[in-house]
Structures are given as structure tokens and as C-alpha cells.
């Protein structure tokens, strides 16, 4: 693929995504909700494939669309004892405006201060899975086993935490 | 040609292939288990009941197609669609022979793992928007399921990857042209026929629509052409796990010990037949198992299939790099 990104499809994409993200904010059925989170989830990776990151497109469907969305909708229906609670009112409240302003002024910041400038010259090439693989295994090899790590302790944790210990 | 022609033609094909292979099965399914069983399965329309299916597939197209009055509209309409589209994509990196195949990905294994990941999300759709206590439990377990067994899925199918190198589907067959992968990783072949079982929902494992305590499960509240789309992607996603299990452990479309220009002439068919000798041996499965206990499903994925995958993960990961120190 050209370095060049072809800009109606990435304008349809990006406008889906978007679109998808705020139907999830606004729709009132918070199964409906889970489900345009999806929609959102999968226009990335469609993103990220015309982005030519091949891999991050297909591990993206595969984590995040497959099973990180699956698992909210499974504990979203789960939880709901009838199906007529699944439709909430919109939280207009000043704690919950003042929560979302929190969130979204510590996003922009984090994306502002610890994303790197855009390159100014791109790659000719995308680089494949193996340079993936070998950047990953050897330059970022602490951050990805610390980041295991991390995710191993959250889940033993949540293990502990559903009751597989017999408190006394 | 035009390549935006080439890319429809290509699709149309696999969505040809995906009809007749549902076709095909149907047909398949009631004879393989009617003689597991000790009687002659369909029998009286055409040869042997060759046209029944026919007949089955005409009602299926002229059948009423009631929409229950609570179901969730938009949902309960999607629901088809989105579980019957990845389970046609899911044939796009599927090599049929070295050229034959819908796209030739760098990432074809993880492309077709990623895109069946989607399956579950239409059968919970399906499931939830039925507005049916049967059909939400259905879905329920069917998804619950197949997340459960996607990890011990994906790391069955490892050894092989490690084992040549890349996650192109041909560059797997290549890799198998003088051994077979099923004789070195038996135990991985082992571990991917059941967690693919699982995947499918297919007896010992198909919970999700057990006829005796679900009515049909998530498909219970539709009917027609709607019902027509479940199953169809269902029989297609069989074709297309068996077909995953020749790419990665039977040798795809290569045969042994015959000169490979001869084998260039018909390797789709050598690759379609052993797709279904591997489906035949499902079916036999289906046939002759019990079914398991949900609680039992997931001990059997948690707690047996997923160390007994990175055991063997870890045995393979020394045995390649062993084999290299000692070629270099």
C-alpha cells in the first residue's frame, strides 16, 4: 500500500468510528450501547488496516472486538434481571458531568504529553509480524513482561475476589 | 482484468463455495449419523435421498417468517448478518492450492482466528434480541464457550507457527512438503481438535442448543431464510475449521511422495477431500459422544487444555530452537 493514505475510505472510517463512539454515549438500551461500542471497535481496526498495521488490525478484532466487547455484553445481559432495565436514563447530574470532564481533560493530556511527534518521513514499507515480533522481544522485552505481569496479578486478583477463597 | 472485478469475482466464489458446502453437509450430517446410528438417514427423494436436501432448502426459502412481537427489531434483524459475514470472510485466506486462495495474507492464521472471533458476537445478538429466556441462555453458553476456549484455539495452533515461521497458510503448506506437522505435534493436534469442537459448538460441546433443554437455543425465535443464514454459517464454519486443521496439520492441498507439477493440477480437490474426511471424523464425534456438563466444559478448557497447551508450547519453543543449534 502506498505511504499515501487513500482519504475517502479513512474519512468514511474515521467518521464511523467517531459516530459509533458517540451513539454508545447517547443511546438510552445499555445493550445497544455495548453493541455501538463494538461497531466503533471494528471501524478502528479497519482504520488501522488502511493504515497498512496489518497486525494491530487483526489483534484489535481478535482482543478487543472478540473478546474484550463480547465479555462487556456478556456481564452487561448477566446483570440485568429483567430486559426492560436495560434502558437507563441519560445522567445529567453535575458529579457525573464533572467525573466526565476529569476523564477526558486526563485523556488529552496523556495523549498531548506521551504520545511522540508524528515522524516526518514514513517508512516505504510497513514493517511485517517479524520485525513486530523482534522489536517486541528485544527492545521492549521489560515493558511487555512487566505489562504480563501486571495483567497476571489483576487476574488473580479478580480470581480471589469472585470468592475462589472460603472466607471465614 | 479489472482487479475491483478479480476482488467480486473472488468473493462470489467463496460465497458459491459456502452455499454448496451447506448443501453438501446437510446431506452429509443425516447420512454420517443416521448409519452411526443403525438406520439409513434420508431415503426417498432421488438416490440414496441425494435431492432431499433440495427439497429441505426450497421450504427453508418459501417457509412463513413470523417475527415474535417483543423481539429487540433492529437487533434481531442484524443478528443474521452478523453472524453469517465472518464466517464468509473467514474463507478469504483459506489456500485451496498455491494460487487458489480469496487473498494470500502475510497474517492469514490470525486473520481467520481474528474473524471467527466475531461469530459469538452475532449468536449473542441473536440470542439477546430474541426476547426469549431459551434463546438469551443459549446464546449465553455458546458465547461464554467460545470466549473460554479462543485462548487454549489459538495456543494449540502455535507449535505450528513456531515450527515454520510465519503465519501465512502457505507458507505452512510449504513448510510441510517433507512431514506432515500431525506426526511431530500430535499432542498439538490433539489440543486443536477439541478446542475446535468447542468453537463450533458440536456435540460432546454443544451446549448452546441442546435440543432436550433448550428448545434450539439461540436460533429458537427464528424461522425461514433467517434460520437458513444460523445454520449455514454454522456448517460453514465447520468446513472452515476442518479445513484449518489440514492447512496446519494434514499438509493443506500437497500430497506426499507425487512430483509437485502433477500434484499442482489437482490440489483443490486433494484439499476440499481431506477437508471432508476431517469433517467426517467431526461428525463421527457428534455421532457417538455424550454431551458434557457446562461446569465440566470449562474445568476441561481452564484447567486441563490450557497448561497441557503451554507445556507443550514450551516443549516445542526447546525442540526448534534445539534443532537449530544443532543444524548451525
Given at each position: ?56 488490525a487483526l489483534v484489535q478484532l481478535l482482543v478487543y472486538a472478540g473478546a474484550v466487547a463480547v ?98 | ?101 480469496m487473498a494470500d495474507l502475510a497474517t492469514g492464521l490470525l486473520f481467520t482466528f481474528g474473524i471467527?472471533?466475531l461469530v459469538p458476537l452475532g449468536i449473542l445478538m441473536a440470542g439477546w434480541s430474541s426476547a ?197
Open positions: 500500500m502506498s505511504p499515501t493514505v487513500a482519504l475517502i475510505p479513512f474519512a468514511i472510517l474515521g467518521l464511523l468510528t467517531l459516530g459509533c463512539a458517540a451513539m454508545m454515549l447517547f443511546s438510552r438500551n445499555v445493550v445497544h450501547a455495548a453493541f455501538w461500542m463494538l461497531a466503533s471497535m471494528v471501524s478502528t481496526a479497519g482504520l488501522y488496516l488502511l493504515l497498512s498495521a496489518e497486525f494491530l465479555l462487556v455484553l456478556f456481564v452487561v445481559m448477566l446483570t440485568l434481571r429483567r430486559r426492560a432495565d436495560a434502558v437507563r436514563p441519560i445522567d445529567f447530574s453535575l458529579p457525573a458531568l464533572a467525573l466526565a470532564v476529569s476523564f477526558a481533560a486526563l485523556a488529552c493530556f496523556m495523549v498531548l504529553s506521551l504520545v511522540p511527534a508524528y515522524p516526518d518521513s514514513l517508512p516505504s514499507v510497513a514493517p511485517g509480524v517479524t520485525e513486530l515480533g523482534l522489536e517486541l522481544f528485544s527492545t521492549w522485552v521489560l515493558p511487555f513482561e512487566l505489562a504480563s505481569l501486571i495483567l497476571l496479578v489483576a487476574l488473580v486478583g479478580a480470581v480471589w475476589w469472585s470468592g475462589g477463597v472460603k472466607r471465614s | 482484468m479489472n482487479p475491483i472485478l478479480v476482488a467480486c469475482l473472488r468473493v462470489l466464489a467463496g460465497l458459491g463455495l459456502m452455499l454448496l458446502n451447506g448443501v453438501v453437509l446437510i446431506y452429509m450430517l443425516r447420512k454420517v449419523l443416521g448409519h452411526l446410528h443403525v438406520r439409513l438417514g434420508p431415503m426417498n427423494v432421488g438416490w440414496h435421498g441425494t435431492v432431499q436436501t433440495v427439497a429441505d432448502v426450497l421450504k427453508l426459502l418459501t417457509k412463513e417468517d413470523p417475527t415474535p412481537r417483543a423481539v429487540d427489531k433492529a437487533l434481531y434483524f442484524l443478528a443474521p448478518a452478523v453472524v453469517f459475514i465472518p464466517s464468509l470472510a473467514a474463507y478469504a485466506a483459506l489456500p485451496f492450492s498455491k494460487t487458489w486462495a471467527m472471533s426469549n429466556k431459551w434463546s438469551l441462555l443459549g446464546g449465553m453458553r455458546a458465547v461464554g464457550q467460545q470466549i473460554a476456549y479462543e485462548v487454549p484455539l489459538l495456543l494449540s495452533a502455535l507449535p505450528v507457527v513456531l515450527m515454520v515461521g510465519s503465519l501465512n497458510l502457505n507458507d505452512i503448506v510449504a513448510a510441510q512438503d517433507k512431514l506432515w506437522f500431525f506426526i511431530p505435534q500430535f499432542p498439538a493436534l490433539l489440543l486443536f481438535v477439541v478446542a475446535s469442537l468447542v468453537e463450533l459448538n458440536q456435540t460432546p460441546f454443544d451446549m448452546s442448543e441442546a435440543e432436550s433443554e433448550l428448545v434450539a437455543g439461540f436460533s429458537s425465535e427464528y424461522a425461514s431464510m433467517k434460520f437458513g443464514l444460523l445454520f449455514l454459517s454454522e456448517f460453514s464454519n465447520l468446513f472452515i475449521m476442518a479445513g484449518l486443521t489440514v492447512t496446519l496439520f494434514f499438509g493443506g492441498w500437497s500430497l506426499p511422495f507425487i512430483p509437485a507439477q502433477i500434484q499442482a493440477g489437482f490440489a483443490p480437490i486433494v484439499f476440499v477431500a481431506k477437508t471432508y474426511l476431517v469433517i467426517f471424523f467431526f461428525m463421527w464425534i457428534r455421532g457417538t459422544f455424550p454431551r458434557v456438563r457446562v461446569d465440566q466444559l470449562q474445568q476441561l478448557g481452564w484447567k486441563v487444555l490450557l497448561p497441557a497447551n503451554l507445556a507443550w508450547l514450551l516443549v516445542t519453543g526447546v525442540a526448534v530452537k534445539l534443532v537449530e543449534a544443532v543444524a548451525r
